[in-house]
């Protein structure tokens, strides 16, 4: 089992686990805790995280500002790539391209699915859309992501 399936596992057994896991992830990339991102689902190749419509996110129309939304669509990419890559490979973002289709005026959800990709490729596009609470897609997200195999340790 990867390594974040298993921190999961372990942590949805104590109370406040599901908060302490998404804590847990927010950590790995430190600056992703600015928009204190809540982990809603997740199993190898797909991620379901939230974020709250508070005031430290929010531009001067009082809206989710671009940058926030960006964040959440980085971070669902990301932890959904470190759930699901097999183990003799790695990835790193390449390239993000972001269209803001709506204002983001509520409180956010990005999913990221990788369910249906190959592995063997050395580009993965993650397609992240993001639903504000009424189901409408706000922002959409296409993360390049570059893989490669792990270095050979001897």
């Given amino acids: 089992m990867n390594r ?9 057994k104590l109370p406040f ?9 927010a950590n790995y ?7 204190k991102p809540r982990v ?17 996110v929010q531009n001067h129309i009082k809206t989710v500002h671009a940058i926030a939304c960006c964040n959440l669509c980085e971070f669902a990419a990301g932890i959904c ?10 990835w790193i973002p390449k390239s ?7 204002k983001a005026g509520t409180d956010l959800t990005a999913v990221c699915d990788l369910t ?12 992240v859309p993001v639903y504000d609470a009424h189901g409408v897609v706000v922002v ?3 993360i390049t992501m570059y893989i490669s195999d792990k270095p050979s340790t001897r």
């Fill in 81 to 90: 790539m470190e759930a699901t890559i097999p183990k003799h490979r790695r």
């Fill in 96 to 102: 993000m391209n972001v269209d803001y289709l709506a």
């Fill in 40 to 56: 809603l689902e997740l199993k190898s190749g797909y991620l379901k995280v939230s974020m709250k419509k508070r005031r430290a």
């Fill in 29 to 35: 990339a430190p600056y992703f805790r600015t928009i």
């Fill in 140 to 142: 959409k997200a296409y």
């Fill in 4 to 12: 974040i399936l298993s921190i999961q596992t372990k942590l949805s």
């Fill in 17 to 25: 686990g599901s908060l302490i896991f998404s804590k847990v992830l």
């Fill in 116 to 127: 249906t990709v190959d592995w063997e490729q050395s580009d993965i596009i993650c397609e």
